[in-house]
């Protein structure tokens, strides 16, 4: 199973704001940055993360972003399942649909496959994420200048 690369970056992003001992709230260009990775991007998945109640951004002097409570503790099955949606492993329906749909054992040993792995991930939490040696070397990442 792959992630889309929205999942990666969402899942990055919450790992940064997750890191106990933070000094100051990041911006959405200062976790782009770390996490070297264009801007709109980033904000895009800052914008889902908002609506998924994860992150709270403020405005203004001393804003940025900080993981909720509900982000810190938010399972990480949940919040990959919630950013993947309900697309299946193989795409067996559609423009094109495959002639063996009707009689495929394929598709529910690779849905079960997938349901494994999410469960897998289900009792992780954002904050589990972090801990060391994760947490620390987040921390020490720094914005990539003249890279």
Do not use: I
């Not at 976790?31 to 993360?49: C, F, I, N």
């Not at 070397?137 to 200048?145: A, E, M, N």
């Amino acid at each position: 199973m792959r992630l889309t690369k929205f999942t990666d970056l969402a899942l990055r992003a919450v790992m940064r704001l997750a890191v106990p001992g933070q000094e100051s709230s990041a911006t959405t260009r200062e976790v782009a940055e770390v996490m070297a990775v264009p801007y709109a991007h980033m904000a895009k998945v800052v914008t889902r993360l908002q609506h998924l109640g994860v992150v709270e951004a403020r405005r203004g002097r001393g804003g940025g972003l900080a993981l909720t409570e509900t982000g810190r503790r938010a399972s990480v099955g949940w919040l990959v399942r919630t950013l993947e949606g309900e697309e299946e492993v193989v795409a067996c329906e559609g423009e094109n649909p495959c002639p063996l749909r009707a009689a495929c054992r394929l598709r529910g040993a690779l849905r079960e496959a997938q349901e494994a792995f999410y469960r897998t991930l289900d009792p992780l939490t954002v904050a589990d994420l972090v801990e060391s040696p994760t947490g620390p070397v987040l921390l020490s990442l720094g914005p990539r200048h003249g890279d």
